[in-house]
C-alpha cells in the first residue's frame, strides 16, 4: 500500500487496487482518470473503489477513452465497493429473481457516521458542524457515485433511466456536542457540532422510468443514533431494500459489523465493516478483471428479474460488455 505512484507503476503488477479519496474529482479531465488511463495504458489491470462504475452515465466520451487506454495496454478496469459496487447492483437485483414485474424499488443506505476516521468525509462532504444555509447550496461530492449506481441497476433490470430527480435534507443538531475522531494516523481529533448545525443529512436520489419514479435511493447519515429513521441496533451500517413487484414484493434489511453472533460493531483497531466490505469487494474481482478481454468489465448477477428472458445475455462478463456497447 502506497501513495507513491511513481513507485507502484514502476513495479509493472499484474493489477493495482485504487482507493483515493472519495471527494477527490473524477470526471474525464481529472487528475484521478489521468492517473487510472496511465495505469490501463501501462499494462496495469485496474479495480477501483473510487470511480468508474458506470460510465455510460456520463457519456459516450469518456467510456471510449478509458476503453482505448485498455486496448492499448491490454488492460481491464472494473470498480466495486458497498455502493456502488454491492448494495445495489448485486444484492439488490439478486432479490428481484422471485418477481416477474416490479413497480418501484427503494433502497435506504443509513450510516452512523460518528465512527468515520477522516475529517474530510465528515466535515466536508457532508458538512457535519456547518449552518445547514452553508452546505444546502452545495450539491453532494457523490452525486457522481449514485447517478451511477441507479443507472446501472436499473440497466441490469432491463430498465432506461429517463431522468434522476434530487433532493437534500437535513437533521440539526437540538444541543451542543463534541465527537471524537479516531483519525487513520492514530491521533484523535474532535469535531464540535453547535446547536442548530447540522449533524446529519438525507440526499434522496429518484430513477424515473417510462415516466414515473421506479427506482429510490435514499442516503441517511447521522452522527447521533436518535436521530435514525430505523433501528439500527448499534450498527454503523445499515441498508434496507422494499421491491414492490408481483407475484412477490421483497423487504430486505442488511446489517454489517466485525461478527454477527458476538455482536461486535468495529474491528479490534476500529475499522468500520463497510471499508472491509469495500476491500474484499476489490480483493475478490482481481481474478475476473486479470482475466478479462481488454475493457470495462461491470457487475453482473445470474438469475435477476428481466422483462424478457429470451434477451437475458450470457455468460456474464459478455454480458458487460454488451452493456458497454448499447449504452
Not at 9 to 25: C, R, S, Y
Not at 184 to 196: I, P, Q, Y
Not at 282 to 311: K, M, N, W
Amino acid at each position: 500500500m502506497t501513495k507513491d505512484k511513481e513507485a507502484i507503476l514502476a513495479l509493472q503488477p499484474d493489477v493495482i487496487l485504487h482507493a483515493t479519496q472519495v471527494t477527490a474529482p473524477v470526471d474525464i479531465d481529472s487528475d484521478v482518470t489521468d492517473d487510472v488511463i496511465r495505469m490501463l495504458e501501462s499494462g496495469i489491470n485496474v479495480a477501483s473503489a473510487t470511480a468508474y462504475h458506470w460510465l455510460p452515465v456520463h457519456g459516450t466520451d469518456f467510456v471510449a477513452k478509458v476503453e482505448a487506454a485498455c486496448r492499448t495496454g491490454g488492460t481491464a478496469l472494473h470498480s466495486s465497493g458497498i455502493n456502488p459496487g454491492l448494495l445495489n447492483e448485486r444484492w439488490v437485483v439478486g432479490l428481484t429473481g422471485v418477481c416477474t414485474s416490479i413497480d418501484s424499488i427503494k433502497v435506504q443506505e443509513i450510516s452512523n457516521i460518528s465512527t468515520l476516521p477522516t475529517l474530510d468525509m465528515l466535515v466536508d462532504r457532508i458538512g457535519v458542524g456547518r449552518p445547514p444555509e452553508d452546505v444546502r447550496q452545495e450539491h453532494t461530492k457523490g452525486a457522481h457515485y449514485y447517478h451511477e449506481t441507479i443507472d446501472l441497476t436499473c440497466h441490469l433490470l432491463g430498465k432506461q433511466v429517463e431522468r434522476i430527480d434530487y433532493e437534500r435534507g437535513f437533521i440539526v443538531a437540538d444541543e451542543d456536542r463534541e465527537i471524537p475522531i479516531h483519525k487513520t494516523d492514530g491521533s484523535t481529533a474532535v469535531v464540535r457540532v453547535a446547536k442548530g448545525t447540522v449533524a446529519g443529512k438525507l440526499d434522496r436520489y429518484v430513477g424515473h422510468v417510462d415516466g414515473r419514479p421506479f427506482f429510490t435511493l435514499e442516503e441517511i447519515f447521522f452522527v447521533d443514533e436518535k436521530d435514525s429513521p430505523v433501528e439500527t441496533n448499534g450498527m454503523p451500517y445499515l441498508a434496507t431494500a422494499r421491491i414492490e413487484a408481483k407475484p412477490t414484493s421483497v423487504d430486505a434489511r442488511i446489517a454489517m459489523a466485525a461478527s454477527v453472533l458476538e455482536n461486535k460493531i468495529l474491528q479490534d483497531d476500529g475499522t468500520r465493516p463497510t471499508y472491509n466490505a469495500t476491500a474484499v469487494s476489490l480483493i475478490q474481482a482481481i481474478p475476473i478483471v486479470c482475466g478479462a478481454e481488454p475493457g470495462i468489465v461491470y457487475p453482473s448477477t445470474f438469475a435477476h428479474y428481466y422483462p424478457d428472458l429470451r434477451d437475458f445475455p450470457s455468460p456474464l462478463i459478455d454480458a458487460s460488455r454488451k452493456a458497454t456497447s448499447t449504452s
